[in-house]
């Protein structure tokens, strides 16, 4: 049976939009970057965040060029779980990353998908455990999706994985009070209804990044369209039609 709720069929981004992402917005340790609609490998989100905490690791081995390169503790950039922050961690609760410790087996149980986003999206960021890296959510409202999500972010280094959230559910449902950045390759009457949200809820200077489509009605908002290409020679060079479409909520 159709799912009303859904805005778009499953079709991943490609790679190389990441670099496109990376010129449009500049991330600050206090931003939270989405991907609604994040698919079942969570493709944006960790290559967002991949590529953030490489270039954090980076910015801190040349802070502190004197230590020894085996010291491999002391520059890796520890972080604890953050969430679409729905609601706050139980009372008590352990400090351990919920991805982590519900995430592979999840992937072998659908059952265990809804567990597992409930995990992500109780635990709280932590200022003191993130040390700076922005916050990445994926939502997903497939749940066999947000499952295999939840499992590609739990296989991936401690350091990346704590800055990723999965959230499984309605994009349309999930807050976006603290959202800073807003990717999004839905269909247009999905952007719609997206924009609408946005409208009403997202702070001042959100960034929305389309890919593919036009946000109906927000030509307004519209701030930059960016032709998207992987640029590797003897791909042909799709600019012309994949573009990146930067809004911003002022
Ligand atoms: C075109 S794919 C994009 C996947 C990913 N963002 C990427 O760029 O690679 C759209 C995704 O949105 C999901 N989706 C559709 N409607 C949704 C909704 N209402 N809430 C959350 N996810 C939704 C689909 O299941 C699908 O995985």
Not at 109 to 121: G, M, Q, S
Request: charged share 15%; aromatic share 4%.
């Amino acid at each position: 049976m159709q799912d009303e709720r859904r805005l778009a069929p499953r079709s991943a981004s490609p790679q190389y939009v990441v670099e496109a992402i990376r010129r449009a917005v500049t991330l600050q340790p206090n931003s939270v970057f989405y991907d609604l609609g994040c698919g079942a490998d969570a493709r944006i989100v960790i290559a967002m965040a991949q590529a953030v905490a490489s270039d954090a690791q980076q910015q801190l081995q040349q802070q502190q060029p004197s230590r020894p390169s085996n010291d491999h503790h002391s520059v890796q950039l520890q972080a604890a779980g953050t969430a679409a922050a729905v609601s706050g961690p139980e009372a008590g609760a352990p400090h351990l990353h919920p991805l982590q410790e519900t995430a592979a087996a999840a992937a072998a149980d659908n059952r265990l998908a809804a567990a597992a986003a409930a995990a992500a999206a109780a635990a709280a960021p932590s200022a003191e455990a993130t040390h700076g890296l922005p916050q990445f959510v994926g939502v997903e409202l497939d749940a066999a999706a947000a499952a295999q999500a939840c499992a590609a972010v739990a296989a991936l280094p401690a350091e990346v994985a704590a800055c990723i959230s999965i959230v499984e559910g309605d994009l349309l449902q999930v807050p976006l009070r603290d959202a800073t950045v807003v990717y999004a390759y839905l269909l247009p009457q999905g952007l719609s209804l997206l924009a609408s949200k946005l409208s009403a809820e997202a702070p001042h200077g959100c960034t929305l990044l389309s890919y593919m489509f036009i946000v109906p009605g927000w030509e307004q908002h519209l701030q930059a369209t960016l032709p998207v290409t992987s640029g590797l020679p003897g791909r042909p060079d799709v600019s012309g039609v994949s573009k990146l479409y930067m809004y911003r909520q002022n």
